[in-house]
């Protein structure tokens, strides 16, 4: 990235592109955000069980500048108003991550102003600095989502340690799969999450992955096993799946708990943010919210809509990476995979 002239005022256009959602939004560094609009692509993808790559960026291609029409249009904004658009440059799928890349990039070019390419997890990461009250640098931040699970010391923008991480399955990918073996089809985990509220606690009891090791690196593949072979082994009616559901569930946001709670003490932080889709799973958030009560800290979670991808968290760390003096050259680039800690 190089420097260009810092200015107070941005408004930024941010897309988001990288996965299965097609997100736009206007962030204003004074007013906030302004409009945002988000297509999914759930239904595309339910007949083939997950995300087909392919379908996904054709479907970015023919929604993408319908939404930014939407988007203006809903704000009241002109083109000439825009003075930046931000993008997700990855981690993601590479075709999807080219469309929105290469829209961002006209765009800012046909507008004449500066375009940024965001990382998507640092996007996750800020979600909550969209709310109010915004929780203030340094934090601990748990990201949570199908394809990662991190414990991430955070101490500005750009600023961004990995204390832990999963060394097999996402916490989010266990579930989606836990919830297909028990035939809940796709996306999964809030399925399984719904069908968790009607399980009877205790009938089984799952363990909770590498809570008897030092450390704050995750695992939750065999968890995901574990479910498989209990479900092998019962008659699988309904209230035999919400009670396997319940209890992996319960290992689940108990892994997660005792480790953020680990981390907090390690770093010594009282401020634990939490981001991605698995955010929003309602169990997860009592429990941390329990937790931090009795460490003497707070949480802070993004709103419902803003745990999955979306342009808004976009435009916001675009907005951040601009005023602090970024911009992308001419050439496209994307990084299908791509670390926090290199930004």
Not at 210 to 232: I, N, Q
Not at 312 to 336: K, N, S, T, Y
């Amino acid at each position: 990235m190089v420097n260009h002239k810092k200015s107070k005022a941005m408004l930024v256009l941010g897309i988001e592109t990288s996965c299965d959602e097609t997100g736009i939004a206007l962030y204003d560094a004074t007013r906030g955000l302004i409009a945002h609009k988000l297509h999914s692509q759930v239904d595309l993808h339910t007949p083939y069980g997950g995300v087909v790559p392919e379908l996904a960026s054709r479907d970015h291609i023919r929604r993408i500048m319908p939404l930014v029409a939407e988007t203006l249009a809903e704000a009241g904004v002109a083109p000439v108003e825009i003075q930046g658009v931000a993008y997700t440059a990855g981690p993601g799928l590479i075709g999807a991550l080219l469309v929105g890349a290469t829209v961002g990039r006209t765009l800012g070019w046909a507008w004449r102003v500066p375009t940024v390419g965001v990382h998507h997890l640092e996007g996750h990461l800020l979600a909550p600095l969209l709310e109010t009250p915004a929780p203030a640098y340094p934090f601990l931040a748990l990201l949570v989502s199908g394809g990662h699970t991190l414990l991430i010391e955070v101490g500005g923008l750009g600023q961004y340690r990995i204390l832990g991480e999963t060394m097999d399955d996402a916490v989010g990918e266990a579930f989606d799969k836990t919830a297909k073996l028990l035939g809940l089809g796709y996306p999964g985990g809030a399925a399984l999450a719904r069908l968790a509220e009607r399980g009877q606690p205790g009938r089984f009891v799952f363990p909770r992955p590498m809570v008897d090791r030092p450390g704050l690196d995750f695992s939750f593949s065999g968890l995901k096993t574990y479910a498989l072979r209990v479900s092998e082994q019962q008659v699988l009616d309904e209230q035999t799946k919400a009670d396997i559901a319940l209890a992996f569930q319960t290992a689940a946001v108990a892994t997660l708990e005792l480790k953020c709670r680990r981390a907090l003490r390690a770093v010594g932080l009282k401020r634990l943010v939490v981001a991605g889709g698995v955010g929003a799973n309602h169990a997860l958030r009592i429990a941390l919210q329990e937790m931090t009560q009795k460490e003497e800290a707070e949480v802070y979670f993004p709103r419902m809509e803003f745990c999955t991808d979306n342009g808004a968290m976009i435009a916001f760390a675009g907005c951040q990476r601009l005023l602090a003096g970024q911009h992308d050259p001419l050439e496209i680039q994307v990084h299908p995979r791509w670390s926090l800690e290199d930004l």
